[in-house]
């Protein structure tokens, strides 16, 4: 072939370094911002903190830096206490010495089946009338973190009349237990990993048999339990004796699948009790704590920092960024007059590669700035879309699409899933997820359409309201939903129940 020239003309987008870095702000959580304008400030010497900020996002800082503080008060307080003091003194063998050392996708973008992030609000109103005058007082600190269950089962141990020996075995199945209270390892799983020798293990397994004893009867009861059965049994003996609670005993330790599937005949077959005495016993399991450290869980963890609050403002709903995760920055005064006084003497060099820095700086500041521009103009739109909701609750939700919101303001669908993902909304119902706000449409009879956030909760009241010794099967939820106009099938009504963790009809009858 004969070679030639030919002139094309074609267009296409190019991705400049301030889009690229404006995209990539636009999709990090409110944390991973936090980190990304750490590390700027620690590589952009331009780049500062507002003299009135000690950090660039102060109270999110305080809020993350809680629960170190609440340790190291519980280390303080240890460190002062004349128990552990004495306890110190009289300890002839060291905890050392035994070797101390858990969803579908969305939709087309438009629907989850998992509504577990859904969070309450922090509320500071909690705080003490001493503390209400002092306006000194944040509201984390307010309502400081309470003590881990390790912790509390330390304090008690301290108080216990034991030999330094028994202390330190005790303490050993304190830190080997889970958040739930449970022992995950088997005794002689534990015994093996501290000593290494036959005779050394079989007399530490038998300190570790007694020291169990004396942790299952700490509070809370039923910590150091290995199963479900077991930690059950344990708060069950602590019960006033009778004939239901030795039933509940013998159910816990060997029937617990059988109560769990409502089976009353076989459990009457299996203990010899009657229908009666059967269902006394269930009504004394019902009340145990399945997990005894639950109460002693960090909220810390669990704490949603909302991007977004929802105010009311006359007949309509505002939208308002949380200044509490708007980072506090400036460009540095001195060094942007340093670069001036360079350009008018007419220097190069070092002088070209600090001014670089300095228009970096001042691109970071502008896009942080459009990316709460742009997560606060896409929030309005969802209040707007979804007014309903914030007067009568989710029962009122309304279908939303990311494509009507992105046609509303002009931006690329790819864009408004950005934004939606990892950003949250404070309303008066709780903190959400603004993805929370979109769900796929399912029809009326009346030619309209409903939200499948609107038929969960549907769902849920109607189960909530059902005869729990006749509860309502998925066909039959489907067939009431129908009534309503809703159209939706028994399939789709099994997939809502089970997103709403509600288990089905056979497990939810009385016995």
């Known amino acids: 072939m004969k070679p ?31 980190q990304e304008v750490e590390q700027m400030l620690e590589q952009n010497p331009f780049l500062d903190v507002e003299e009135d900020a000690t950090t660039p996002f102060e109270p999110l800082a305080e809020r993350l830096t809680a629960t170190e503080r609440v340790a190291e008060r519980e280390t303080e307080r240890a460190a002062e206490s004349p128990t552990a003091d004495a306890a110190e003194d009289t300890a002839g063998v060291d905890a050392a010495e035994f070797g101390a050392t858990e969803r579908e996708d969305w939709e087309n973008g438009t629907e989850r089946d998992d509504f577990d992030g859904i969070r309450e609000l922090p509320s500071s109103s909690s705080s003490s009338s001493s503390q209400g005058d002092n306006d000194d007082f944040e509201p984390q600190d307010r309502n400081p973190a309470g003590p881990s269950l390790q912790d509390h089962l330390r304090s008690q141990l301290l108080g216990m009349r034991l030999s330094p020996e028994d202390a330190a075995a005790v303490h050993v199945l304190i830190e080997s237990l889970n958040d739930e209270g449970y022992l995950d390892d088997p005794l002689e799983d534990i ?51 009778c004939e239901a609670q030795t039933i509940a005993i013998i159910i816990c330790k060997q029937h617990l699948e059988l109560l769990a599937r409502r089976d009353l005949k076989k459990l009457m077959a299996a203990t010899g009790a009657d229908e009666e005495l059967i269902k006394a016993a269930q009504a004394l399991i019902v009340q145990l704590e399945p997990k005894p450290g639950r ?27 949380n200044p509490d995760v708007m980072p506090k920055l ?13 350009r008018g003497a007419g220097g190069s060099g070092a002088g070209a590669a600090l001014s670089s820095r300095l228009q970096e700086a001042r691109w970071f500041m502008k896009n942080i700035q459009q990316r709460f521009d742009t997560i606060q103009r896409v929030s309005q739109a969802i209040v707007e879309r979804q007014k309903s909701f914030f007067t009568h609750g989710e029962i009122a939700m309304k279908p939303l699409v990311l494509r009507e919101i992105a046609d509303e303001l002009g931006l690329h669908e790819s864009t408004i899933s950005r934004v939606t993902t990892a950003k949250y909304m404070a309303t008066m119902f709780g903190t959400f997820e603004l993805k929370y706000f979109f769900g796929s449409s399912l029809n009326t009879e009346a030619g309209g359409n409903a939200s499948s956030t609107a038929v969960r909760a549907l769902i849920k009241q109607l189960v909530a309201a059902e005869d729990p010794s006749k509860p309502l099967s998925d066909s039959q939820l489907s067939r009431m939903l129908e009534e309503q106009g809703i159209q939706v099938a028994r399939r789709t009504v099994a997939k809502y129940r089970e997103a709403l963790r509600i288990a089905p009809a056979n497990l939810r009858r009385a016995m």
């Not at 109460?295 to 991007?307: K, L």
Request: charged content about 20%; glycine content about 4%; proline content about 3%.
């Open 4 to 34: 030639s020239l030919q002139v094309r003309l074609s267009q296409h987008l190019a991705l400049t370094p301030q889009l690229q870095q404006s995209i990539r702000l636009l999709q990090l959580s409110t944390l991973e911002l936090h």
């Open 295 to 321: 109460r002693f869980a960090r909220a810390e963890a669990n704490i949603i920092v909302p991007d977004v609050i929802v105010q009311k403002s006359g007949r309509n709903w505002k939208v308002v960024l």
């Open 191 to 241: 015994a093996a990993q501290l000593a290494e020798a036959d005779e050394d293990r079989e007399l530490l397994l038998e300190r570790l048999q007694v020291a169990l004893k004396w942790l299952q009867n700490m509070d809370p009861l039923g910590v150091g339990a290995s199963n479900l059965g077991e930690c059950l049994a344990i708060q069950l003996r602590a019960l006033p004796r």
């Open 330 to 342: 400036r460009i540095n005064d001195l060094y942007a007059q340093a670069i001036r006084q360079n």
